[in-house]
């Protein structure tokens, strides 16, 4: 579960992709105005894309593994 402080993305604009190789997937996730929306395509003009196998996200999402680790592994 993700929070997202409404006061803080006030006015805030983040398109980020996410690339599953392992599975075939990709995923969009869009930030404005304090909503996010998930859509199943990567965003046309993403500020970032993280490519990542989906068993590993979903480790890290649960905080079974450490991100900043699983970058550094590759």
Do not use: C, H, Q
């Not at 395509?41 to 196998?53: C, E, G, K, S, Y």
């Not at 989906?54 to 970058?71: C, G, Y």
Request: proline share 5%; net charge positive.
């Amino acid at each position: 579960v993700v929070n997202l402080d409404p006061a803080k993305a006030e006015g805030k604009s983040l398109a980020v992709g996410f690339r599953f190789p392992d599975t075939g997937e990709e995923w969009g996730m869009r930030l404005r105005n304090s909503i996010v929306e998930l859509e199943p395509r990567l965003p046309a003009a993403a500020d970032m894309t993280v490519t990542v196998d989906s068993l590993v996200w979903k480790e890290i999402l649960a905080r079974k593994r450490n991100a900043t680790a699983a970058f550094a592994r590759g």
